[in-house]
């Protein structure tokens, strides 16, 4: 499997190296600084080359059109798009992946067609939530293909959701309640399934019922907040 | 027609004055605002400091209002990107972008930006001029 990453930073270049211990790939590490680059190709060696990876005349010349996977990892998003688009409409490469340095361009990169995006600040801000103590909202994974979001939500005291049966809480169209565990047993729900504080529920929302799905949740005392307006 | 230009350079501040002069409603993005002394003496459109890959900045300068947005910075990325977005989150009409790659202009036409390469165009009058064509 041949991969090309684009940009040599800290995290171009440490991916180069967790994936150059597999046999079975083939890697080339382009960077387009090039005090950079010959530093690394000192150390290196051809592993690491010297250009411009959003430059159609230069991917040509690495032989992109063969590569299974490209990799843009640049601090520059607008790099990381063109470099994966350009691979992508140019060269039929299949699957590409893009570093999202600004969180909130990734919804861009997937309505033009980027098959997966990373984001560091999304990560670190969904971890820190995570382990936030008595956050009654956790996003635990957001499906892409149809922009749906699995979560974690905790039932808090007298919040609107506990000691109320499923059937007779105003849920959003497009949210499902696919799991409510108390204590050490979980079951699948149904209409009649009452909530209590302290319950876990594992549902697949749509992103706009976020507000709607934490709201239900909080307790009356928890001040609300969200993470887009961290991120603000 | 109201207008977004990003980029406040030679080209961007005649393009934003000639408009502002036929009477468009022009806005000029610049991530400097020492670009904006470029603009002509009496230019009486908005002028903004931002990146025109920020979509807060795009929105500020009422990107979802406009007909047309042109990106006419320095950099390939950043214009097809901004375009990109002007083009695809937010519906802008006509989007106009400058490519100095011909290879990446022909590519972006091709993907539905009206892209176009001041390198070509240069070579072909530089050859025209040579031959005694033009």
Redesign the interface.
Known sequence: MYIVIIGAGNVGYGLALELYSHADYEILLVENDRGRAEVLRDELGELCVYGDG????FLESIGVSRADIVIAVTG????N??AC??AQ??FGVSRTIARVN?P??E??FQ??GIESTVSAASAVLAQIEADLPAQSFIPLLRLRASGLEVVDLHVQPRSRAAGVALRDLDLPDDAVISLVVSGDSSRVPDGDTVLEAGDEIIAVIGQESEPAMRELVRSPDEPQREIDEVLQ | MKVVIMGCGRVGSTVAGRLDADGHDVTIIDLNTQAFRRLPGGFGGEHLRGSGIDDRTLVAAGVREADAFIALTQGDNRNLMASQMAKHLFNVETVVTRVYDPLRAELYGRLGLRTFSPTRISADLAIDALLGTA
Do not use: A, K, P, Y
């Open positions: 959003t430059e159609v005349t520059d998003d607008s790099h798009l063109i688009q350009v409409h140019r600004n909130r361009n919804r861009l309505t033009l």
